[in-house]
């Protein structure tokens, strides 16, 4: 069975910095497009990051405007684990982070395209 889990979370002061991972297992997600949402407080989820499957193992990334330049994702093949990298955080990234994995390799930040979901990480970043 297939199963995405999200670690990393935690409390942090504005300005720092997390690693989140998500660690698959169950098939291989090598040619999935890999995607990492967020759901704030009282907010419907919404994206954050692509890792868009090109050929073989390479990919290319995608971001909502909104964390360009302070969020990062990458692969690790060889763990099975995809990470978002976050730095200078604010307290508006507090949220619940999700890792989600569509089959459609070229990802789109919609939802609805991703077949699989972790369960989420906590990231509360204090002013």
């Known amino acids: 069975q297939a199963q995405l889990v999200e670690s990393g979370g935690g409390l942090v002061q504005a300005g720092g910095s997390l690693r989140l991972s998500c660690a698959t297992s169950?098939?291989?997600?090598?040619?999935?497009?890999m995607g990492w949402f967020r759901q704030a407080p009282g907010k419907e989820r919404e994206f954050v990051a692509i890792?868009?499957?090109?050929?073989?193992?390479?990919?290319?990334?995608y971001y909502a405007d909104s964390v360009k330049g302070r969020f990062t994702i990458f692969r690790d093949n060889a763990k099975n684990t995809v990470y978002l990298q976050i730095n200078s955080l604010k307290p508006d990234d507090t949220a619940v982070y999700y890792c989600?994995?569509?089959?459609?390799?070229?990802?789109?930040?919609?939802?609805?395209?991703?077949?699989?979901w972790g369960r989420g990480t906590q990231v509360t970043v204090s002013s």
């Open positions: 989600a994995a569509s089959s459609g390799g070229a990802g789109v930040p919609q939802e609805g395209a991703y077949d699989y």
């Open positions: 169950g098939r291989t997600f090598t040619t999935y497009a």
């Open positions: 890792s868009r499957w090109i050929s073989g193992w390479s990919y290319n990334a």
